[in-house]
């Protein structure tokens, strides 16, 4: 019988990807490991994670207490053999704890709190990419790995799923065979998103000088949706809006579908490395070095001569607004685009 493990990320889906190459770096030292994952029912991608050949099996962590009991008891008669933990904090190593599995691997915590009651062996998170982080966690598993070889993000996109996305953009007028670039301006935080004037003069720009059909997408919540409705009533041109439209997996096979994906520092800009679509990405507050593209042509455009940048802040002085970010200007995205198709034409 093979070896039980429980992988816990209760953070949001674009970090929860990111763990996706040390997952896949368990099983091939496991092979007949049944693999779990714990993500957040609200946000976790359990969807992306069902789709997912090397994930056996989903568990999602709920916001209700009573479906936190049910969800306790269930992890715990499954007598797992190892708990791997990536999400640094106490809650997650608690469910860590519950499993009752022998041996719980996880990160030093970020607070002054005691790791030997949650975890048999623990290591510092250090200050590398959130990939190369995971990954070295996983060591301590005896899942050992080549790190030179920065082994990329994986997603499996459905076939349903593709289906629906090209149906969506055939019903729109747009070509089978016509290059778009997809722009998913919002983020569940919005003191990392870029102005909704700059917004709207990139996409002017987009359709006068790169030839590409310009779609945007953002999430299912009703702000996000109002900022793509707020950008586009700023456009001079009309760019084909599918905001609120698609399901995780249906903006995967956009994203693929794409020439080049345009994001600030959030979950598309993840499964746009998994999918292998070269992105230019609009930081903030946040770091490149923990949370850039992985493995994939990328651009990022962030003001790294400010003295306060990237500050780690939720805005600048409890504003929600970043000034970073608002400094960007549409002609040096529009120049990012730009030579990340020239370097594909030359690749092609």
């Keep these: 019988m093979g070896m039980n493990i429980l992988a816990i990320k209760l953070k949001h889906v674009g970090d929860n990807l990111l763990a996706t190459p040390a997952l896949a770096a368990l099983k091939k030292r496991y092979p007949g490991a049944h693999l779990t994952y714990l993500v957040p029912q609200k946000g976790g991608g359990a969807d ?48 860590g704890m519950i499993s009752g599995a022998p041996r719980r691997i996880g990160y030093r915590f970020r607070k002054r709190v005691p790791v030997w009651p949650f975890y048999t062996q623990a290591r510092a998170m250090g200050t590398a990419h959130t990939v190369t982080a995971n990954l070295e966690l996983v060591e301590l598993a005896d899942a050992a790995h080549d790190l030179s070889a920065d082994p990329p993000l994986q997603l499996s996109i459905p076939d349903e799923a593709r289906e629906r996305a090209e149906s969506l953009l055939r019903r729109a007028g747009v070509g089978d065979n016509e290059p778009i670039l997809l722009l998913h301006p919002a983020s569940r935080w919005m003191f990392k998103c870029w102005t909704d004037d700059g917004n709207a003069a990139f996409l002017d720009g987009v359709e006068r000088t790169l030839n590409l059909r310009p779609v945007v997408t953002s999430g299912p919540s009703e702000t996000e949706i109002s900022r793509v409705r707020r950008i586009l009533d700023l456009c001079k041109i009309k760019p084909l809006s599918l905001a609120g439209e698609t399901s995780l997996l249906m903006l995967a096979a956009l994203i693929q579908r794409a020439k080049i994906f345009v994001g600030v520092d959030s979950a598309p800009v993840h499964i746009a490395s998994a999918v292998r679509t070269p992105v230019v990405v609009l930081f903030g507050p946040s770091g490149q070095t923990e949370w850039r593209p992985w493995q994939v042509p990328y651009r990022s455009i962030q003001r790294l001569g400010w003295s306060c940048c990237p500050c780690g802040k939720d805005g600048c002085a409890g504003t929600k607004r970043s000034r970073c970010l608002e400094d960007i200007q549409p002609d040096e995205v529009v120049q990012a685009c730009r030579e990340l198709l020239g370097e594909s034409k030359s690749r092609s």
Excluded: M, N
């Design 48 to 95: 992306i994670f069902r789709a997912w050949s090397l994930v056996d099996e989903v568990f999602e962590f709920p916001s209700d207490y009573t479906e936190r009991l049910r969800l306790a008891r269930r992890i715990r008669q499954r007598s797992y053999d190892l708990v791997v933990d990536f999400s640094w904090d106490t809650q997650s190593a608690l469910w």
